[in-house]
């Protein structure tokens, strides 16, 4: 069974520019979550999707945008790239909305410059 | 603002030492996961534990879920290199989001 995959593994962009991340979940899978993850921050709860639909939305400003699709597979947006954007972006997936056991994809790597 | 707090933060440790990590809150979870996380890597599920006082045992790692299921602990026996990672906590309350530690950071030398 292949687990949550990525991509793009590393990114890098300028100030300014807009960035779209893709996660494809575990098969069967129907929940979605993002977190950015920096040194400083820790972990941080961006959005989490199931059945197409945002169930919950982090602090994060509105340049931060997702979105899920039909077959489970989910993007993440950024626009107006700034510095402090730079970090590892993690998808997680779970079976349910309520299932708590999440599995995570190996992260993108966004610096920007 | 639902936190929780990891102890100690950093962690630096000769093979064959014991240790605990601490989790705590001040909300009650339905359930706490435990992660391990290297470098460069996502976090990898260890455990799940669901019921107040239930104790979980993975090899040499023990983990346990405080009656009030507000808190938890993992225990490393005899400590070795190939547990050196970052250590999270993660639960959730309710229907809302799964909320992770401030995370340990274990380094464990030869």
């Known amino acids: 069974k292949a687990g949550v995959t990525q991509t793009p593994r590393y990114l890098i962009k300028t100030r300014g520019q807009q960035v779209t991340l893709s996660c494809s979940p575990i098969?069967?899978?129907?929940?979605v979550s993002w977190y950015q993850q920096t040194p400083g921050q820790g972990l941080q709860f961006l959005f989490e999707?199931?059945?197409?639909?945002?169930?919950n939305k982090g602090n994060f400003p509105g340049r931060f945008s997702g979105r899920q699709f039909s077959n489970s597979r989910s993007e993440m947006n950024v626009s107006t790239l700034e510095l402090g954007d730079s970090a590892l972006y993690l998808c997680?997936?779970?079976?349910?909305?309520?299932?708590?056991?999440?599995?995570f994809g190996q992260g993108t790597r966004l610096t920007v410059v | 603002t639902q936190l929780l707090e990891q102890s100690p933060q950093f962690l630096s440790i000769q093979e064959g030492e014991n240790l605990t990590v601490y989790c705590n809150s001040s909300?009650?979870?339905?359930?706490l996961q435990w992660y391990r996380q290297e470098p460069g890597e996502g976090p990898v599920l260890l455990v799940t534990?669901?019921?107040?006082?239930e104790v979980k045992k993975l090899k040499r790692l023990t983990f346990q879920f405080g009656d009030a299921r507000k808190d938890s602990s993992l225990h490393i026996t005899a400590a070795q290199p190939g547990d050196t990672g970052l250590y999270l906590c993660?639960?959730?309350?309710?229907?809302?989001?799964?909320?992770f530690g401030t995370g340990t950071r274990l380094q464990v030398f030869p």
């Open positions: 997680a997936s779970s079976l349910g909305a309520m299932n708590t056991e999440a599995f």
């Open positions: 098969s069967g899978h129907r929940s």
């Open positions: 534990v669901v019921t107040g006082g």
């Open positions: 999707y199931f059945s197409e639909t945002q169930r």
């Open positions: 993660a639960g959730r309350v309710g229907s809302d989001k799964l909320i």
């Open positions: 909300s009650v979870f339905s359930s």
